[in-house]
Nanobody, 114 residues
Framework: QVQLVESGGGLVQPGESLRLSCAAS??????MGWYRQAPGKERELVAV???????NYADSAKGRFTIARDNAKNTVYLQMNSLKPEDTAVYYC??????????WGQGTQVTVSS
């Protein structure tokens, strides 16, 4: 059974930081990433990291967010710094296996508000 379990969301003030974690189990993933969905908007890619370590970021995340992967723990992290109110969303972990099947976590809420 494939599972992706996110943690680390919460309520922070603008300018503060959060680190999201996603623990994966049940299969290996060639790519893992973070997506987010704000109220009334479509789900969008935030960052992705591939098995070789290559990363891609949404323009909104560049310079502020860092994605990292601990292969030994099968866990992916998203370090989010200098958070803005527009970063408020439900953040979802995504994993893509060797057959390019995609899996999703249940989501974790991030709220940035003063």
């Amino acid at each position: 059974q494939v599972q992706l379990v996110e943690s680390g969301g919460g309520l922070v003030q603008p300018g503060e930081s959060l680190r999201l974690s996603c623990a994966a189990s049940g299969t290996g993933f060639v790519a893992m990433g973070w997506y987010r969905q704000a109220p009334g908007k479509e789900r969008e890619l935030v960052a992705v990291i591939r098995v070789g370590g290559a990363t891609n970021y949404a323009d909104s995340a560049k310079g502020r967010f860092t994605i990292a992967r601990d292969n030994a723990k099968n866990t992916v992290y998203l370090q989010m710094n200098s958070l803005k109110p527009e970063d408020t969303a439900v953040y979802y972990c995504n994993g893509r296996d060797l057959s390019y099947t995609e899996y999703w976590g249940q989501g974790t809420q991030v709220t940035v508000s003063s």
